[in-house]
Nanobody
């Protein structure tokens, strides 16, 4: 299962770090990703990281502001999303997901196999 946490209410320009705890499977071998869904909008891809952490990819909308990382050291794999210079348009429910591969362009669930419940991030202006 995947459990995202760390959301909250922040002001524009602030930073926030989201965490995702992945357990119950060998998530250390999975691609992990962060996504978000704002009210009335489709879920969008934000960032992904391969199993070793050696390869990352980002959506243009967050490149340079958000950083994804992971820690496979323990049975529960942790995935983080460091979010800097937050903007009101970053307000959304943020989800972490895992899969054997990812389709960052879209498609059914972006090709990810497991999804956690989201955590709400609200950025005030």
């Amino acid at each position: 299962q995947l459990q995202a946490s760390g959301g909250g209410l922040v002001q524009a320009g602030d930073s926030l770090r989201l965490s995702c705890a992945a357990s119950g499977r060998t998530f250390s071998s999975y691609v992990m990703g962060w996504f978000r869904q704002a009210p009335g909008k489709q879920r969008e891809f934000l960032a992904a990281i391969n199993w070793s952490g050696g390869t990352t990819s980002y959506a243009d909308s967050v490149k340079g502001r958000f950083t994804i990382s992971r820690d496979n050291a323990k049975t529960t794999v942790m995935v983080y999303l460091q979010m800097n210079s937050l903007k009101p348009e970053d307000t959304a429910v943020y989800y972490c997901a895992a899969g054997t591969s990812i389709n960052t362009s879209g498609g059914p669930y972006y090709g990810m196999d497991f999804w956690g419940k989201g955590t709400l991030v609200t950025v005030s202006s």
